[in-house]
């Protein structure tokens, strides 16, 4: 009977159901251990991730930029989340129904949660999450899915009705927005808040203390409903150069990072790294892209923006910024998605082409300086992009030799993370810029594209509009029918691609190395990270000690 309740509980946790004798072996840990190791679970130790960069902001519906993620997808939940194999699953809602042709979803709450100030959670933090998600005098970029909500009712502490005004695709993924404490924010200004330099939270982890641009500490929060990580802290450090952060790898000052190609393919080949790590490419769900300001004359004619994009050639960056670890990108959904339309080809390399629509777009070589000018201005301007991404920086230089080829100037600034983002992203203070996207696995990409997303804090920061291409953005939102929206999406990304608002670039795998004492490590669809809290490290291999 004790053997059976054990296999249950073990089978619950994992997913996985066992018809094996316990004293054989176990598959949990991502590989096949004696019994003895696998059942260990012990508890300690710490997890030291590395970064080029740091938080921006910790309150989790004004975070949009990578590092900021990390940290809030560690200290908050979702009502929903993905698993492993990329289905929707329960977070912080244990089941949910909808109704009326995706019009109404009603979401049922667990019961067991508590931020960790020890307040209870209650459907009244999710009313108030979505009430400043769709507050305009909130700077987050998230509140495009919310404005569709016609009434969010709360029905009774753990169970919420959310009807929208029509039927919303994307309405229960959305749901994995964090969710914040009212109790903590109901009478602050969320744009300028305290709560940003110590956050509460519901997740398997809680803040202990952060120093800016050096690091954020986590704790394992022992109330965890899922259960308590088994790891007892999670530091987050920032290094913002990729070879000083490869230096500390080797010297084992981290646990865990994402590599450059170079150093996938070649710098850890040898012994050490095969004895004291593990290396994993995951399919990369994200492109690179040249953003062009659209509000800049230089970039308002779309056939200046055509022949840039003749004039770079995508496979030369992929093969020298990427050593081949990569695919050229045509446009904003990526090959694995539904949404994406393959009869869209990348255009090839061409220079002539590229001259040509210059040339008819009023660019050419006036007076014979090499450089191609209009009414007295010679064609120049400046990419940015940010420090520590050697990829980013070879990319860059690439671009500029290749455009340098048809006689446009180009320099390149290289900035620290945190002010790329505040005082040139958020400020619109760029002529172009050399940026990435991590996209989510509904193709729905509205809030990046539609015109109305041009806020200060809102990702639509190039001025992208386009009339038919707003109407397929919303038609896309408003059925649940599949079929119906592939064609929307596919028609959406024939037009911007052949409108260039991005150059778009490449598609690269996210290329990581954890050290090899922390057990169950596995690669899934969804990556790696989808069951941190269920990582631990044998006592005797443990390289940290408890420390609050």
């Known amino acids: 009977m004790l053997r059976q309740r054990l296999i249950e509980k073990l089978s619950r946790r994992f997913g996985i159901v066992f018809f094996m004798p316990l004293g054989l072996i176990i598959l949990s840990c991502g590989f096949l251990y004696p019994a003895k190791d696998a059942c260990a679970f012990e508890s300690g130790d710490a997890l030291v991730v590395g970064s080029i960069s740091d938080a921006r902001v910790l309150v989790p519906i004004l975070a949009s930029d990578s590092g900021s993620g990390e940290i809030v997808s560690m200290l908050f939940n979702g009502l929903v989340k993905y698993d492993k194999d990329l289905s929707l699953t329960g977070d912080l809602a244990e089941t949910w129904e909808v109704q009326d042709d995706c019009r109404v979803i009603i979401f049922h709450l667990r019961h067991n949660v508590r931020w960790h100030d020890g307040e209870p959670f209650t459907a009244a933090d999710v009313e108030f999450t979505y009430n400043k998600l769709i507050d305009p005098g909130v700077r987050t970029p998230y509140s495009g899915d919310f404005e569709r909500v016609k009434s969010f009712k709360v029905i009774d502490d753990y169970t919420i009705k959310v009807t929208y ?187 002539r082409a590229a001259r040509e629509l210059l040339a008819a777009a009023g660019w050419v070589d006036t007076n014979q300086d090499g450089w191609l000018d209009k009414n007295g201005e010679d064609f120049e301007f400046t990419i940015i992009t940010n420090l520590g991404n050697e990829e980013r920086r070879k990319t860059a230089e690439i671009i500029q030799r290749r455009l340098a080829g048809i006689g446009i100037r180009v320099e390149i600034r290289i900035l620290e993370w945190t002010v790329f983002l505040s005082e040139f992203i958020d400020k619109r203070n760029f002529d172009v810029i050399l940026l990435g996207w991590g996209l989510g696995l509904d193709p729905d990409n509205y809030d990046i594209w539609h015109s109305s997303k041009t806020r200060e804090g809102e990702f639509n920061f190039i001025g992208y509009s386009n009339e038919e291409v707003d109407r397929l953005l919303e038609k896309a939102r408003r059925t649940c029918q599949q079929a119906e929206r592939e064609v929307y999406y596919k028609r959406i990304h024939e037009i911007i691609y052949e409108e260039q608002p991005y150059m778009f670039l490449y598609i690269s795998n996210s290329l990581a190395i954890v050290h090899s004492r922390f057990r169950n490590v596995s690669l899934e669809p969804v990556g790696i990270r989808y069951n941190l809290i269920d990582w631990w490290v044998p006592k005797e291999e443990q390289r940290y000690q408890i420390k609050y």
């Not at 080797?250 to 004895?275: E, I, M, V």
């Not at 892209?289 to 779309?302: E, I, M, P, T, V």
Request: proline share 7%.
């Open 165 to 351: 005004k029509e039927p919303f695709a994307p309405g229960i993924s959305s749901w994995g927005m964090p969710i914040m404490p009212r109790h903590l924010l109901e009478n602050e200004d969320l744009n300028n808040t305290e709560f940003n330099l110590h956050p509460v939270g519901t997740g398997p982890y809680k803040f202990k203390s952060w120093r800016r641009q050096e690091k954020i500490e986590l704790i394992a929060n022992p109330d965890y409903f899922e259960h308590k990580p088994y790891i007892e802290r999670y530091i987050f450090r920032v290094i913002p150069d990729q070879a000083t952060l490869f230096l500390e790898l080797q010297a084992q000052g981290l646990d865990y990072t994402w590599l450059s190609p170079l150093q996938y393919q070649r710098q850890t080949n040898s012994d050490f790294f095969k004895k004291h790590f593990r290396k994993f490419s995951v399919t990369g769900r994200s492109y690179i892209y040249l953003g062009y300001n659209l509000n800049n004359s230089k970039f308002k004619d779309k056939r200046v923006r055509r022949a840039l994009n003749y004039a770079v050639d995508k496979n030369e960056i992929i093969d020298i910024a990427l050593l081949g670890i990569g695919q050229v990108c045509t446009g904003p959904f990526l090959p694995e998605s539904w949404a994406f339309n393959s009869e869209v080809k990348a255009v090839p390399f061409d220079p």
